[in-house]
């Protein structure tokens, strides 16, 4: 257990070295994503034994897969259903966002939502996957929808959005790039209708 502790630490680590790497524009901040990337590869490399500079596992041009992000589905009193403000492009989103290393979806949904709304959340089901490929760039993503309850658990929304606000069906806001409103109505008629989908 221990072992498997250590190696899962080592992989987040990892995982947050690489994606300052990607996202970061600060140079020293990268210096320092870096110095962590190549020091926790090392570190995986004498405890698993094995060579990074050959193909392996965790080349993702090896064995390439999609990536799995999280939305949520969370409806009040009224029917109405919960919106977070992006900061960056001003527009609106069910909250939610990738899935990390090791993290389940579970995890994931009840993390997103209450660092994006500043609400707490228990799931009910599953409303749908969707292949999301085709309103990206490119990139393979499916998205795992979830029904959720709010629960009492409250704090003040993280830097990533604006505000979180509840919307009628009848006059939703403007939506990003990360939901398409073919999607968004898919998913809203699926969990009027207690379906679930999948693609």
Same mark, same amino acid.
Request: aromatic content about 10%; glycine content about 4%.
């Given at each position: !257990?221990?072992?498997?502790?250590?190696?899962?630490?080592?992989?987040?680590?990892?995982?947050?070295?690489?994606? *300052?790497?990607?996202?970061?524009?600060?140079?020293?901040?990268?210096? &320092?994503?870096?110095?962590?990337?190549?020091?926790?590869?090392? !570190?995986?490399?004498?405890? !698993?034994?094995?060579?990074?500079?050959?193909?392996?596992?965790?080349?993702?041009?090896?064995?390439? /897969? @999609? &990536?799995?992000?999280?939305?949520?589905?969370?409806?009040? &009193?009224?029917?109405?259903?919960?919106?977070?403000?992006?900061?960056?492009?001003?527009?609106?989103?069910? @909250?939610?966002?990738?899935?990390?290393?090791?993290?389940?979806?579970?995890?994931?949904?009840?993390?997103?939502?209450?660092?994006?709304?500043?609400?707490?959340?228990?799931?009910?089901?599953?409303? *749908?996957?969707?292949?999301? /490929?085709?309103?990206?760039?490119?990139?393979?993503?499916?998205?795992?929808?979830?029904?959720?309850?709010? /629960?009492?658990?409250?704090?003040?929304? *993280?830097?990533? /959005?604006?505000?979180?606000?509840?919307?009628?069906?009848?006059?939703?806001?403007?939506?990003?790039?990360? !939901?398409? @409103?073919?999607?968004?109505?898919?998913?809203?008629?699926?969990?009027?209708?207690?379906?679930?989908?999948?693609?």
């Amino acid at each position: !257990m221990k072992n498997k502790k250590y190696y899962e630490y080592l992989l987040k680590i990892q995982a947050i070295a690489k994606i *300052g790497l990607l996202h970061s524009s600060d140079p020293y901040a990268l210096i &320092n994503y870096k110095e962590i990337n190549d020091l926790s590869k090392k !570190m995986l490399e004498e405890f !698993m034994e094995i060579d990074f500079t050959r193909p392996n596992y965790f080349a993702r041009d090896v064995y390439p /897969t @999609p &990536n799995i992000s999280v939305r949520a589905l969370v409806f009040n &009193n009224k029917g109405h259903l919960l919106f977070v403000q992006e900061a960056d492009s001003k527009k609106y989103s069910l @909250p939610g966002g990738w899935v990390d290393l090791y993290q389940s979806p579970k995890e994931a949904i009840i993390e997103e939502v209450l660092d994006e709304a500043g609400i707490g959340v228990e799931i009910e089901r599953l409303i *749908g996957v969707l292949d999301h /490929t085709n309103f990206t760039s490119g990139t393979p993503e499916f998205v795992l929808a979830f029904l959720c309850i709010p /629960t009492n658990v409250k704090q003040k929304h *993280g830097h990533e /959005t604006i505000s979180a606000s509840y919307f009628p069906l009848d006059k939703l806001p403007p939506l990003s790039h990360k !939901m398409h @409103p073919s999607e968004l109505q898919r998913l809203i008629d699926a969990t009027i209708k207690k379906e679930v989908i999948y693609e």
